[in-house]
């Protein structure tokens, strides 16, 4: 039997980036907030300080600061024809655990999404007709706008000290930053990183070709920062220990980086770690969330009573969350009724490697978010006319840091080992770079998660079931523009390249992007959406779902811009409507 | 460090199933960031000689194998002078040996190829499994006793076969074992010395990794000038001590 708890206001299930801005949020407002984390408490000091913090093996390999699979995984197939088996290695994509969520090992690749991603079926339709959209492309617009969104964008971006160069400042194009960028009130906080010899070089052959490469906005700091709450973060030292990896130099902006510092001071704050919430529990005809149920680190089961629940657990665990507790109409792709699992997307990423003879390079020197990208063909910045796609992806090179066991990369033709991949190694591990495309994935009727009906987890209970594969929309997409990054790479003049295209199925294996979407996603009425532009849940109003679970299809770049805009958003809603009168803030 | 310790742990053993008794309840934090001295999960170095894993058989064909794969040559030291050979025992004897984090639970099924790993064998079973299929082919192939013995052109076609599934293991599925094989050989002879490999740090040397170097600061801008720091590990570099 659960044991039962005092009721709070407000309760948050999962605390990494979206539990964090919600905890500073509410507590602001005077709310009593308790949030529950499954994972332990993690911080600078004790996880991964500079001293041990530079361990490819442990960290990335061993997957330390990850989702134990042992625990918790789902199940994974391309289509409904297939069996899906669990995931039972990370590979694709690395969920987090313990507090700070992916948050803590994120590059820091910091996007706002372009004005008419917002409107991806509208405005496809009215520039390419309605034949531009296949049946089965599920696409939606989202609800909200970008100019609804860009006071929000920008307080993320104040308070994670994005060291970047502006495009369009009110509606002024800016020399030197992103031409396809909506317009934005301010200058970003923090000037670019330094550029190293790699990204230079993209850039120069970009601009040859008429290209405006820009520095990738990034969330590693330029120069010391003192954010709007106060907190300090470090200059960002370049170590290329970052992608996949905890920051030791409080140099990368992290909920521990920007807010706990501040939140974890509160007197109406409490978190409790190594908490896991099993279940909503959900009273569906006052259509309201009651409590949460969760089991403790010793198995105990407790009922925590709450007057509102904000979900905040990843995309994945919020859809299986919702799913287990029974709120809203799971998705059939069948009838393509239900809302509950539908339009799960992906990211589809490709590369061109580069290899020069002449050139030292030092690939080791790099930050989660260093580099220079070219944009245009992103979203609808180019005519998408007679290509037979939608949708699009930046081209950049991005020097994270080349760490040996992941990166190593020979020319074509190499063996995988002996002498002659030896010496292949050897002779090009400092000499070559590499260009990436990262593409959206449109949303699409046979692309769902649902509730596994073999596999369970620790508990017994049925683990997420992921069925997804990429459309001919995305590999027609993603070929067209890693062309586009093979003509640059050519530009640059090098002894020989190697264009790595995405072929075949979405496949588990390789390490991909934890760019997942969908799933409880939001727009304009309960019979196409979950959740409403509030991210208010249309079938319990005091449930509010974060995350890039809310996000229709996935426009061509990194989810996490986007996903603080929209908790700011809801915030604000939550503070200055909600509160004032508890019901549903859109009436279906 | 105990606490923390206990945490990672925790989780581990409730994934397994196991009696939890005495595990303390949650931990609620309020007030204040939580921080203790001396609390800092530090990783723990690979200590001694010796094999703790492998048997003298397995130990030869192991040896043999990473030998081939990373060869030493006129480029310098291969995966046995970087002391691959230990760091795989020493991985195998530990959490990733036991494929502690991994999901492990059936019904089990071979499924198609974009869904991975689909094995009931831990890493551990899964180098007992294949060392032996490996000698005994090659016994019955004829040419020697045991693939250790085999001359180094015979060695290399037989791994040529093995990798392109022209041989069948017993026991496990051979591209199971051979990318596990190829990987843990490149993390042996490129992680930090502090695992048992990559001795005197010949990994990162033969490329031009500079390690767990912390401010790269002075050398962001410096455009084609070679990195002028030799390469660094967690607990230093041996020049750093005096013997
Ligand atoms: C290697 C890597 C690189 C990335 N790089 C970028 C990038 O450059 N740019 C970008 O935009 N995005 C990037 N991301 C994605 C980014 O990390 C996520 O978008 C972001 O962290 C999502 O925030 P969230 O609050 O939804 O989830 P998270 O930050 O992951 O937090 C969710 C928390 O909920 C907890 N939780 C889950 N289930 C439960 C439960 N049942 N009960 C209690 N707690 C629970 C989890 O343990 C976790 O702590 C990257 C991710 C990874 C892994």
Redesign the pocket.
């Given at each position: 039997m659960a044991t039962r708890l005092p009721p709070v206001d407000v309760l948050i299930?999962?605390?990494?980036?979206?539990?964090a801005i919600l905890g500073q949020e509410l507590t602001d407002a005077g709310l009593n907030v308790l949030a529950?984390?499954?994972?332990a408490w993690r911080d600078t000091p004790i996880d991964f300080p500079p001293t041990f913090d530079q361990d490819e093996l442990r960290y990335y390999w061993r997957h330390e600061l990850?989702?134990p699979l042992a625990h918790e995984t789902l199940t994974v197939r391309n289509n409904v024809s297939e069996t899906a088996l669990p995931m039972r290695r990370l590979g694709s994509?690395?969920?987090?655990?313990?507090?700070?969520?992916?948050?803590v090992?994120?590059?820091?690749?910091?996007?706002r999404f372009l004005p008419s991603d917002f409107l991806a079926r509208s405005h496809n339709q009215s520039r390419y007709g309605a034949k531009a959209i296949p049946p089965d492309m599920t696409i939606q617009d989202w609800g909200v706008t970008y100019d609804e969104l860009e006071p929000h964008y920008d307080k993320f971006e104040y308070l994670c000290g994005i060291s970047g160069k502006a495009g369009n400042l009110q509606g002024a194009i800016q020399p030197g930053g992103n031409p396809f960028e909506g317009p934005r009130r301010r200058e970003y906080p923090n000037p670019p990183l330094a550029m190293s010899y790699p990204p230079t070089l993209f850039a120069e052959a970009a601009r040859s070709l008429g290209h405006s490469p820009f520095p990738q906005p990034a969330a590693n700091m330029s120069r010391p920062y003192v954010n709007p709450l106060g907190v300090q973060l470090g200059p960002c030292t370049y170590c290329g220990f970052c992608?996949?990896f905890g920051c030791g130099n409080y140099s990368k902006a992290s909920a521990q980086t920007t807010i706990l510092p501040v939140l974890m001071k509160k007197p109406n704050f409490t978190l409790r770690t190594e908490?896991?919430?099993?279940k909503l529990n959900y009273d569906a005809a006052a259509k309201r969330v009651v409590s949460a149920t969760?089991v403790d680190a010793s198995g105990q089961e407790f009922e925590q009573p709450a007057e509102m629940v904000i979900l905040?657990?990843?995309?994945l665990?919020n859809v299986r969350?919702l799913l287990l507790s029974g709120i809203g109409q799971p998705y059939d792709p069948q009838s393509g009724q239900g809302v509950i699992g539908k339009n799960y997307a992906y990211q589809i990423t490709s590369s061109v490697n580069v290899f020069f003879d002449d050139k030292v390079l030092n690939p080791f020197i790099g930050a989660?978010?260093h580099g220079m990208v070219v944009d245009k063909y992103n979203g609808d910045n180019f005519d998408h006319s007679g290509l037979g796609f939608i949708g699009g992806g930046y081209i950049g090179n991005i020097q994270t840091g080349a760490r040996p066991i992941e990166t190593h990369p020979t020319p074509e033709g190499t063996p995988k080992w002996g002498s002659a991949w030896k010496k292949a190694v050897a002779a090009n591990y400092l000499k070559s770079m590499s260009i990436a495309t990262h593409g959206a994935v449109m949303s699409h009727r046979g692309n769902y998660l649902d509730l596994d009906p073999t596999y369970r987890d620790v508990y017994g209970r049925p683990l997420l079931r992921m069925t997804f594969d990429f459309t001919d929309n995305e590999h027609r997409m993603s070929d067209y523009i890693t062309d586009r990054a093979a003509e640059i790479a050519r530009a640059m003049n090098p002894r020989e390249i190697k264009v790595n295209y995405r072929k075949g199925s979405w496949d588990v294996v390789p390490y991909q992007?934890?760019?997942n979407t969908g799933g409880a996603i939001m727009g304009k009425d309960p019979k196409s959406s979950a959740i409403n532009r509030y991210l208010q849940s249309w079938d319990a109003h005091n449930l509010f779902v974060?995350?890039?679970t809310a996000f229709p299809q996935n426009p061509g770049y990194?989810?996490?811009?986007t996903?603080a805009a929209l908790a700011y958003f809801s915030a604000d809603a939550i503070k200055n409507q909600y509160l004032k009168s508890p019901g549903f803030l859109v009436h279906a | 460090m105990a606490k923390r310790k206990l945490s990672r742990r925790r989780l581990l053993a409730a994934a397994a199933g196991l009696p939890l008794a005495g595990a303390a309840s949650a931990q609620v934090i309020r007030g204040d960031m939580p921080w203790r001295e001396g609390e800092a999960d530090a990783p723990t170095p690979v200590q001694g000689g010796g094999y703790k894993f492998f048997n003298p058989a397995e130990a030869a064909c192991i040896e043999a194998v990473v030998a081939r794969l990373i060869p030493r040559d006129e480029l310098g030291p291969g995966a046995v002078e970087a002391g691959v050979p230990i760091f795989i025992d020493r991985q195998l004897i530990g959490e990733f040996g036991r494929g502690a984090r991994w999901y492990m639970q059936g019904p089990w099924g071979s499924g198609e190829k974009t869904q991975g790993y689909q094995t009931r064998l831990t890493p551990a079973a899964v180098y007992r499994a294949a060392l032996k299929s490996i000698d005994d082919l090659v016994g019955r192939e004829g040419k020697a006793a045991t693939f250790a013995k085999l001359g180094p052109a015979d060695q290399d076609d037989f791994l040529h076969r093995l990798e392109k599934g022209q041989v069948q293991l017993s026991g496990v599925e051979t591209k199971t074992f051979f990318d596990m094989l190829l990987q843990n050989t490149m993390e042996g002879f490129w992680s930090d010395p502090i695992y048992g490999g990559n001795r005197d740090m010949v990994g990162w040397k033969l490329i031009g990794f500079p390690g767990a170097r912390y401010d790269n600061r002075p050398f962001v801008t410096q455009y084609g000038k070679p990195y002028p720091l030799p390469p660094v590990g967690l607990m230093g570099r041996p020049a750093w001590s005096r013997s």
């Open positions: 299930v999962g605390f990494g980036w979206t539990g529950l984390e499954r994972g990850f989702e994509f690395l969920p987090g655990i313990n507090v700070g969520g992916a948050g090992h994120w590059n820091g690749q910091t996007w992608e996949k908490s896991e919430v099993i969760y905040a657990a990843y995309i665990h969350l989660g978010a992007t934890t760019h974060m995350g890039s990194n989810p996490t811009g996903v | -």
